[in-house]
Structure formats: C-alpha cells, structure tokens
C-alpha cells in the first residue's frame, strides 16, 4: 500500500473534506484497480495486484510512501519495522521519526523512538545517527491506525485539478505558457487553452505543437478533460497591419486576442485568462504595455511567470516535459506580423 500525505489542504477550515474527495478522485483516475480510502488525516491506496500508480502528476499530494498499515499498538508497529528493514535491504544508521496526529496515544513521540530505535539496535546491523542516517524509518500514529515507512517521495504540492474554477489559458506553442497552464493547475483551476493560428502563414506544424503540448498539461489533470480552442486570426492580423500606427501593431494583437478569449470565456461561464507573459521579457510584456492590454479585457487576467526569469521558465518547462516540444521549429502568429520597431511604453488613448 501507499500512504499519501497533503499539505495545504490540511490548513482548509470546513471544506476539507471536500478538497481531500476532490484528491481521491484524481489519484482514482491515475489508480485503476486500486482502491483509496481516506484515514487519520491520510490517503491510502491499497495496490494489491495492481501496479503502482504514477503519483508523481497529482497536485495536492505533498508526498507519498510505500508503508505498512498496522493498529497503534506497540507491538505491531515493531513488527512493521522489521517489515520495512527487511524490504528495503539497506545498512548503515538509521533514526526514527514518530508523528503521532492522534496525541491521545498512550506513548509520547519520544518514547516511539527510543523503544523502536532500542528494538532495531538488537536485532539489526544499524547504528543511530540523527543527522546523517542511512535510514529514516517514519512512524505515523492515527487514532485508529499506524503507518510505517522508509522511502518518500516528493509531491508537486498545490490544490487539487477540479477544486478551483475554470481558466482560459492564452496558449502558444512557445516555452512560456504552457509553463503558465502547469502552474494554474498546480492551483486546482480547470484548465481550458486558446490559441491563435494564421494560415497559410502558419501551417500544420503549429497545431500540432499546440496539441502535443495540451497532451502534456493533461497529464497533469487527470479525470479532468482538458478542452482546447483553435482560431483562425490571419485577417484581423492583416487588418491591424494596415494601420497607421505600425509600432502599435503587437500591441493591438494582443487586445484582440484579449477580447476574443473574453468573449469565449463568458460562454463557457470562466472568470479569468491565464497568460505566459514575464515583466520585461520582450517588448509587449513592459508595465506599460501590459497595462494597455489589460485595459481591453473584462476579466482579470493572471500571469504567475510575472516574477521568473527566462532561465527559471526554461528550466521549469523541461521539468514538466513540454520544452523539448516548444522549442520545435515553428512560426508564431505574432512574430509573423510583428513591427520593426514595437512601441515599448504604450498608451492607451493611442491603442483604442
């Protein structure tokens, strides 16, 4: 079995519950033929014949470990130790580290430690070092269970996908934002992308990086589909180009695209747009000119890369496994119908 550890949704008030069976469902989705229970503040999911689900792509579980679940009793927690030592065939120091989230337990977290680090001494070939062990064996005490382990692995963390509200994602085939689209799942959004095409200008290829990318993000969804829009924005790019104001052209793009994905957003009932963009990254993404395009838009409109370097994205996007995607070669719909020299503080008066 696998023991299952959250996080953030332990400081949720009355709705708890409701966060951790929105956490059951998704770990089910990634689990078939697993059966998930909720106990002493933890998710468990019986593996029996089944293979080891890839826990790895859920958000809301801060970790996760294979363990032993025995009553709270002393002695079959003991018998779990040796059960643990016995799987995991390693040698050297160890400590062990009791949490008890039922404090009427009959022991202190103190006395688990000395009497099961007293037990392992005398029939294993271990030593204890509390600072630079070997093995760290966990002994988690429920009011009605205890969980035993001694490997963890970290979660991503987060809120659950499915129990926050629906997002619109501005989605390109760049490094960007689909870095943008992981982190508004990581906040438990339902996530939905827009992206912009202008054929002939831009052919197959593109789409299809769109897709392969989609593919990625909903893995991280899982139950959850994933729906993705694709419009045709060759025309109103070819309009914008005809104006007088050539410096103002990526600009008035952006509005456009702003006030399409609005326009989309209200009737699929989503109350807010998810952008790539970083301060001062390229010339359409300085305060100024994210102002202007702000001002076309009817919903807040959110940018969690605000704050990272290009670095940091790059580095993040290979972590989660669109990056070898996004740097494909392909022609972006704005770089197409890009100025020669992009206004760099713009004005709203003058983009309407």
């Given at each position: 079995m696998l023991v299952v550890r959250y996080a953030e949704i332990g400081l949720k008030g009355r709705n708890r519950h409701w966060f951790e069976k929105q956490l059951c469902r998704n770990l089910q989705a990634v689990s078939p033929g697993c059966e998930i229970k909720r106990t002493d503040g933890r998710i468990i999911v019986h593996l029996e014949n089944a293979q080891a689900p890839d826990i790895s792509r859920v958000f809301g579980v801060s970790s996760w470990s294979p363990a032993y679940m025995v009553k709270n009793d002393i002695s079959q927690i003991k018998l779990a130790v040796k059960a643990v030592l016995e799987d995991i065939h390693?040698?050297?120091?160890?400590?062990?580290?009791?949490?008890?989230?039922?404090?009427?337990?009959?022991?202190?977290s103190q006395q688990v430690n000395e009497i099961l680090?007293?037990?392992?001494?005398?029939?294993?070939?271990?030593?204890?070092?509390?600072?630079?062990?070997?093995?760290?064996?966990?002994?988690?005490?429920?009011?009605?269970?205890?969980?035993?382990?001694?490997?963890?692995?970290?979660?991503?963390?987060?809120?659950?996908?499915?129990?926050?509200?629906?997002?619109?994602?501005?989605?390109?085939?760049?490094?960007?934002?689909p870095v943008a689209g992981w982190y508004c799942l990581k906040r438990g959004a339902k996530l939905h992308t827009l992206s912009f095409l202008s054929p002939p200008y831009t052919g197959e290829r593109s789409a299809k990086k769109i897709s392969d990318i989609c593919r990625v993000l909903s893995k991280y969804s899982p139950g959850i589909t994933l729906q993705s829009y694709l419009i045709n924005f060759t025309q109103i790019?070819?309009?914008?180009?005809?104006?007088?104001?050539?410096?103002?052209?990526?600009?008035?793009?952006?509005?456009?695209?702003?006030?399409?994905?609005?326009?989309?957003?209200?009737?699929?009932?989503?109350r807010a747009l998810y952008t790539g963009e970083s301060i001062g990254q390229v010339a359409s993404q300085t305060v100024e000119n994210i102002h202007t395009i702000d001002e076309a838009s009817s919903l807040p409109i959110m940018r969690p890369l605000i704050g990272l370097d290009k670095q940091e994205i790059i580095s993040k996007a290979k972590e989660i496994g669109t990056f070898e995607i996004s740097i494909e070669p392909y022609l972006d719909s704005c770089v197409i119908f890009a100025p020669r020299k992009p206004v760099i503080r713009s004005d709203i008066s003058v983009a309407k």
């Open positions: 390693e040698r050297g120091s160890f400590r062990i580290t009791t949490k008890r989230s039922w404090k009427g337990f009959y022991l202190s680090g007293d037990f392992v001494v005398k029939n294993y070939n271990l030593k204890v070092d509390l600072k630079n062990w070997d093995i760290n064996i966990t002994v988690e005490i429920g009011r009605d269970n205890a969980f035993i382990s001694a490997v963890r692995y970290r979660g991503l963390g987060g809120l659950p996908v499915g129990t926050s509200s629906k997002a619109l994602l501005l989605l390109s085939a760049g490094i960007d934002s790019q070819q309009r914008i180009k005809e104006l007088p104001e050539d410096s103002y052209s990526l600009i008035l793009q952006r509005r456009s695209m702003i006030r399409i994905a609005c326009k989309l957003a209200e009737k699929m009932n989503i």
